[in-house]
């Protein structure tokens, strides 16, 4: 099994570890310029009109109802990069935040 692995990977005919790590890599790094143009484009959009990012925090839905936020919701509606991004977002990198 793992000499005929060998020989595809020698041959061509399949790609090594490393390229698949690459290409994988590759696509994350694309994945993530295109969610950051997303949220560059609002917020550049929002400055251009002197729009303010922050709005009210509301406090029943212990959320921040600002500019920002809502654009980026409604931006998500058409661009699914961004729409995937919203929904499986990690906590500990989002874009969406000053701290994270």
């Not at 600002?66 to 995937?84: R, S, T």
């Amino acid at each position: 099994m793992l000499a005929t692995n060998l020989l595809h990977v020698m041959q061509q005919k399949t790609p090594s570890v490393k390229e698949q790590v690459d290409s994988q890599h590759a696509e994350q790094v694309k994945r993530n310029r295109d969610i950051l143009s997303s949220i560059l484009d609002v917020i550049i959009h929002l400055s251009q009109r002197s729009l303010p990012l922050r709005g009210t925090y509301d406090t029943v839905a212990h959320r921040e109802d600002g500019n920002f936020q809502h654009f980026i919701e409604w931006k998500a509606k058409f661009d699914p990069v961004l729409a995937d991004h919203m929904k499986t977002r990690n906590l500990s990198v989002s874009y969406l935040s000053p701290a994270m």
